[in-house]
Nanobody, 127 residues
Framework: QVQLVESGGGLVQAGGSLRLSCAVS????????MGWFRQTPGKEREFVAG????????FHADSVKGRFTISRNNAKNTVYLQMNSLKPEDTAVYYC????????????????????WGQGTQVTVSS
């Protein structure tokens, strides 16, 4: 059973940066396609970025493209989300997700595609 633990959230001013980390335990991170999602109260969880199990192919939502970058360090069993030029509308709880059955180069972009979820970390961007 895999466990995902997010960290790195917090309060930042608009224009600032944060780096979220997702530590994977139970199996090696290279066994999973990984993704980051976010959710605000009353709204559905939305896709932010995804990275394939191997080859580290990535895909980012249009709303964060050019500002956020997903990456992975399989040796450290960790996936990252570097967030730059943050905006107040980026305020949300950010969740890490994993899926073990995806083929090596597939990037998954929907909540239903993922099997495992972390507890989330709050990101608040002040104006």
């Amino acid at each position: 059973q895999v466990q995902l633990v997010e960290s790195g959230g917090g309060l930042v001013q608009a224009g600032g940066s944060l780096r979220l980390s997702c530590a994977v335990s139970g199996r090696t991170a290279s066994s999973y396609a990984m993704g980051w999602f976010r959710q605000t109260p009353g709204k559905e969880r939305e896709f932010v970025a995804g990275i394939s199990r191997i080859s580290s192919r990535t895909f980012h939502a249009d709303s964060v493209k050019g500002r956020f970058t997903i990456s992975r360090n399989n040796a450290k069993n960790t996936v990252y989300l570097q967030m730059n030029s943050l905006k107040p509308e980026d305020t949300a709880v950010y969740y890490c997700a994993a899926q073990s059955l995806a083929s090596g180069t597939v990037v998954l972009t929907t909540t239903s595609a993922y099997d495992y979820w972390g507890q989330g970390t709050q990101v608040t961007v002040s104006s």
